[in-house]
């Protein structure tokens, strides 16, 4: 009987921990769209770290998991502006503060556009520029900080996509 009972003892801890751990440190992702192709595609689970941007700015570049300010819904996408930032896409090429930026990642090409971002805010857009619902609508904007949910790190299904998200 206390042999039973140090186990059930051992199991709950073990559960505790596990849901913590899921609450506050990873959790996972399944992609819905094709906003993120070729980088993520529709059907993808990923692996997310939670408290990456509680502790540091994001980087311009990384794939973040987000809401938009008044949407109930996340949205995956990559950090392309930072706060102060005047982003713009003009015949093609994305500049920053009037440097071009280097994107092997896009995989459409999109309508020109210009933007300025707030403080406190960040530029996003899906890697497939012409299907995504990004930084670029209107009734979207800007990615508040307090609006990034985490940071996509790794596909963990299907098993031949398994790897590092880039």
Same mark, same amino acid.
């Given at each position: 009987? !206390?042999?039973?009972?140090?186990?059930? %003892?051992?199991?709950?801890? #073990?559960? #505790?921990?596990?849901? *913590?751990?899921?609450?506050?440190?990873?959790?996972?992702?399944?992609?819905?769209?094709?906003?993120?192709? $070729?980088?993520?595609?529709?059907? $993808?689970?990923?692996?997310?770290?939670?408290?990456?941007?509680?502790?540091?700015?994001?980087?311009?570049?990384? =794939?973040?998991?987000?809401? @938009?300010?008044?949407? %109930?819904?996340? /949205? =995956? !996408?990559?950090?392309?502006?930072?706060?102060?930032? #005047?982003?713009?896409?003009?015949?093609?090429?994305?500049?920053?503060?009037?440097? %071009?930026?280097?994107?092997? /990642?896009?995989?459409?090409?999109?309508? &020109? @556009?210009?933007? =300025?971002?707030?403080?406190?805010? /960040? @530029?996003?857009?899906?890697?497939?520029? *012409?299907?995504?619902?990004?930084?670029?609508?209107?009734?979207?904007?800007? =990615?508040?900080?307090?609006?990034?949910?985490?940071? %996509?790190?790794?596909?963990?299904?299907?098993?031949?996509? @398994?790897?590092?998200? &880039?």
């Amino acid at each position: 009987m !206390k042999r039973w009972l140090r186990a059930l %003892a051992v199991l709950c801890l #073990a559960a #505790a921990v596990g849901l *913590a751990a899921r609450q506050w440190l990873v959790g996972t992702v399944r992609i819905a769209g094709n906003s993120m192709a $070729d980088t993520l595609r529709s059907g $993808d689970v990923v692996l997310v770290t939670l408290p990456d941007y509680r502790l540091r700015e994001p980087e311009r570049g990384e =794939v973040v998991v987000c809401t @938009f300010e008044g949407r %109930a819904d996340t /949205y =995956v !996408k990559r950090v392309v502006g930072l706060p102060g930032e #005047a982003v713009a896409l003009t015949d093609g090429q994305l500049t920053v503060d009037g440097r %071009a930026l280097s994107e092997p /990642y896009v995989s459409s090409p999109s309508d &020109d @556009f210009q933007a =300025v971002v707030g403080a406190g805010e /960040y @530029f996003v857009l899906g890697d497939n520029r *012409a299907e995504s619902y990004d930084s670029r609508a209107a009734d979207m904007g800007c =990615v508040r900080r307090e609006g990034l949910v985490g940071r %996509a790190r790794w596909i963990l299904w299907p098993l031949d996509r @398994f790897g590092p998200v &880039d």
